[in-house]
């Protein structure tokens, strides 16, 4: 069994900062992709940003410059550094991972953490 647990979001104000976390545990053999995905009520899931096993990364065009993704594969955990954090950044965030276990290769979704910028 392999689970996600998500820790880090909260409330904060407009131009704030947030450290998203994101560990995996359980009977893993590897863990390829890593990611953070966004989800606002009645809208689609969107992805914000990714990091390959190799160090790879890859952000939405709304969060370049202001989110930085970064992995400790020695702790299978990613993190999303969120920077001068605006009220349209208000999502419940997802972490989504690629991983293999001794018998099979799938995706993993945590349960979800809520962000919030306001004043």
């Known amino acids: 069994q392999v689970q996600l647990v998500e820790s880090g979001g909260g409330l904060v104000q407009p131009g704030g900062s947030l450290r998203l976390s994101c560990a995996a545990s359980?009977?893993?053999?590897?863990?390829?992709?890593m990611g953070w995905y966004r989800q606002a009520p009645g809208k689609q899931r969107e992805l914000v940003a990714v990091?390959?096993?190799?160090?790879?990364?890859n952000y939405a065009d709304s969060v370049k410059g202001r989110f930085t993704i970064s992995r400790d594969n020695a702790k299978n955990t990613v993190y999303l550094q969120m920077n001068s954090l605006k009220p349209e950044d208000t999502d419940v965030y997802y972490c989504?991972?690629?991983?293999?276990?001794?018998?099979?290769?799938?995706?993993?979704w945590g349960q979800g953490t809520q962000v919030t910028v306001s004043s």
């Open positions: 990091i390959t096993i190799g160090g790879s990364t």
């Open positions: 359980g009977s893993i053999f590897s863990i390829y992709a």
């Open positions: 989504n991972a690629d991983i293999s276990t001794l018998s099979s290769r799938n995706d993993y």
